[in-house]
Nanobody
Framework: QVQLVESGGGLVQAGESLRLSCATS????????MGWFRQSPGKEREFVAT????????RYADSVKGRFTISADNAKNTVDLQMNNLKPEDTAVYYC???????????WGQGTQVTVSS
């Protein structure tokens, strides 16, 4: 099984920062693309950022580019998302995700709530 456990969510004011962490199982293949997605009530789950375990090929949604930074730690089997200058529209449940390069289906964590107030 691929196990993904998110932590670090919370309630913050606009302009503040949060750091999310995704703890993965040791068996998570290094060929998997790792990433973060988010979902607000009534909306589809949307892409936030992805990264390879090597740290290369980071990609970001335009809405978070310049504010969020994704990172991967091979030794700790963790994938973090540093979120700076948070905005109310960033409010969502954030999910850690893992996907084999050759597949379109993701494995998901349980999610962690991020709420940004004005």
């Amino acid at each position: 099984q691929v196990q993904l456990v998110e932590s670090g969510g919370g309630l913050v004011q606009a302009g503040e920062s949060l750091r999310l962490s995704c703890a993965t199982s040791e068996r998570t293949s290094r060929t998997y693309i790792m990433g973060w997605f988010r979902q607000s009530p009534g909306k589809e789950r949307e892409f936030v950022a992805t990264i390879r375990w090597s740290g290369d090929n980071t990609r970001y949604a335009d809405s978070v580019k310049g504010r969020f930074t994704i990172s991967a730690d091979n030794a700790k089997n963790t994938v973090d998302l540093q979120m700076n200058n948070l905005k109310p529209e960033d409010t969502a449940v954030y999910y850690c995700a893992a996907r084999p390069r050759w597949e379109s289906q993701y494995y998901w964590g349980q999610g962690t709530q991020v709420t940004v107030s004005s």
